[in-house]
C-alpha cells in the first residue's frame, strides 16, 4: 500500500485550509493554493525559515530554481516539524523571478499538480499561504512553472503542521553520530537503530541507505540492512539518511561524513584551481573541505583587482617563469599595481594567469585570478 494515496481528513483541517488557504492576487492573476486534507490535528510553530535558494549551496539552500525544475525539500525534523507529520502550512515567497510564472508547492513522490501555489511576474516579490502534505521522507517537492533559462529564489517559512492524534505512527530512526574520514582511508561502518509502535498490525519493516548531498560515488555494501559499510570515491562533505519503513509510513534519519583529501591531492586541486597554494593555504583549505573551499570563493566580496585582457595561449620565446615578461603577461600582478596607488618594492611570488584566460575583479572568481605576496 502506498501510504502517500490513504489518507483520511480529520479535524481541524477545513478550517485550517480556509485560513491559510485563502486566495491571494499576483498581479490581479488568482492563486489557488494546494490544499491537501491528510491529518486530525492542526498545531501552529513560531514561523520559521525552512527553504531560502538565496543561500549557500545545500539541500534546503541554493541555487535558484531553474525553468521546469522539480526540487525536493525535507520539512520533517526542521522548525518543530515531527517525522509523524502529515502535512505542512508553509508562506511560500518568490524573490528575483527573471520572467513571469508560478510555483507550486506538492507533496514529494506524487505527480504535479495542475493548482499554482504563487504566482509572479517578472521582478516581483509576491508571497501565498499554502497546505501541503509531506511525502517521501517528509520532503515536499517546489516545480518552477518558468520558460527555459529563467529563474527565480523561493523562501518557505513553516507555520504549522498536522499530525494525527493516534494511529500508526512513523517509526523513530537513529543512523548514528556523524563521522569522518582522511583519505586514503575512503570508508568506514554505519550501524542504524529504529523503534516503533507495532502499527500496523502485522507490520513488514524495510531499511534503505541513500546519499542526500555530496560527491557521486558512494556505495553501500548492503544498503537495504539496518548495518552496512560505506566506501566514498572521492573527498567532500556528504549526508547519509536511514529510512525505515512499517509497510505503511516511514521515518528516517540522516548522519554526515566528513572526508578529507590527502595532502597531495589538496596541491593538485589547488595547483588547478588557483595556481598553486599560498603558504599554509593547502592545510587549511584540506581541513576545510575542497567544496566547502569553492563555495567560499563564489560567495567572496569583489577584490576591486583591474580586469585584464587574455594572452596568447603560447607563451613568447624568453617569455619564461619569474621574468618580467611572465610576470607582466601570465601573473596577477599587473592587475594588482594597477589597482593600487603605491605599489609594493617587495620580493613578490606570483599566481600565474592562465594562458588565454583573462582575470576577473571578483574574488569569487579567484581560481583564475588570485596573487599573494612573498
Known amino acids: 500500500m502506498n501510504p502517500l494515496k490513504h489518507r483520511r481528513t480529520g479535524k481541524g483541517v477545513f478550517a485550517a485550509a480556509l485560513f491559510l488557504a485563502g486566495s491571494l492576487a499576483a498581479d490581479d492573476l ?5 490544499v491537501t486534507p491528510v491529518a486530525s490535528g492542526f498545531y501552529t ?12 549551496l545545500g539541500p534546503n539552500g541554493g541555487p535558484a530554481l531553474g525553468g521546469g525544475e522539480v526540487r525536493e525539500f525535507g520539512i520533517a525534523g526542521l522548525c518543530g516539524v515531527p517525522n509523524s507529520a502529515r502535512a505542512v502550512a508553509l508562506n511560500v515567497t518568490v524573490v528575483n523571478p527573471t520572467a513571469a510564472g508560478s510555483v507550486l508547492i506538492y507533496p514529494a513522490g506524487e505527480p504535479t499538480p495542475l493548482a499554482s501555489s504563487v504566482n509572479f511576474s517578472a521582478g ?9 502534505a509531506t511525502g517521501e521522507a517528509g520532503q515536499v517537492s517546489a516545480f518552477c512553472g518558468l520558460p527555459a533559462g529563467a529563474t527565480v529564489d523561493i523562501l518557505l517559512d513553516v507555520v504549522g503542521y498536522f499530525e494525527e492524534d493516534t494511529g500508526n505512527k512513523p517509526p523513530v530512526v537513529l543512523a548514528g553520530p556523524d563521522a569522518s574520514l582522511s583519505m586514503p582511508s575512503d570508508s568506514l561502518s554505519l550501524s542504524g537503530t529504529f523503534s516503533d509502535d507495532s502499527l ?3 507490520a513488514a519493516y524495510s ?6 548531498t555530496g560527491p557521486a560515488g558512494v556505495s553501500f555494501s548492503a ?5 552496512t559499510n560505506v566506501t566514498f570515491a572521492a573527498a567532500g562533505t556528504y549526508t547519509l539518511r536511514l529510512t525505515v519503513s512499517d509497510s505503511d509510513r516511514s521515518g528516517f534519519d540522516e548522519l554526515t561524513v566528513k572526508v578529507t583529501a590527502t595532502p597531495q591531492d589538496v596541491l593538485r586541486f589547488l595547483d588547478q584551481a588557483s595556481f598553486g597554494a599560498a603558504p599554509g593555504e593547502a592545510e587549511t583549505v584540506r581541513t576545510q573541505g575542497l567544496s566547502e573551499w569553492i563555495e567560499e570563493q563564489f560567495r567572496a566580496a569583489e577584490t576591486g583587482y583591474t580586469p585584464l585582457g587574455p ?16 610576470r ?3 601573473t596577477t600582478y599587473p592587475s594588482r599595481t594597477a589597482s593600487s596607488p603605491t605599489p609594493s618594492t617587495a620580493t613578490t611570488s606570483f599566481a600565474r594567469r592562465s594562458p588565454g584566460r583573462s582575470t576577473r575583479s571578483s574574488s569569487s572568481r579567484e581560481t583564475t585570478s588570485r596573487c599573494r605576496a612573498g
Open 30 to 34: 488568482p492563486v489557488a493554493a494546494l
Open 45 to 56: 510553530v513560531t514561523p520559521c525559515r525552512a527553504v531560502d535558494t538565496r543561500v549557500g
Open 124 to 132: 516581483r516579490t509576491r508571497a501565498n499561504n499554502t497546505i501541503a
Open 200 to 202: 500496523p498490525v502485522g
Open 207 to 212: 531499511a534503505a541507505w541513500s546519499v542526500t
Open 223 to 227: 544498503p537495504a540492512a539496518l548495518g
Open 311 to 326: 594572452e596568447p595561449g603560447s607563451a613568447p620565446e624568453g617569455c619564461t617563469y619569474n621574468t618580467v615578461c611572465y
Open 328 to 330: 607582466d603577461k601570465y
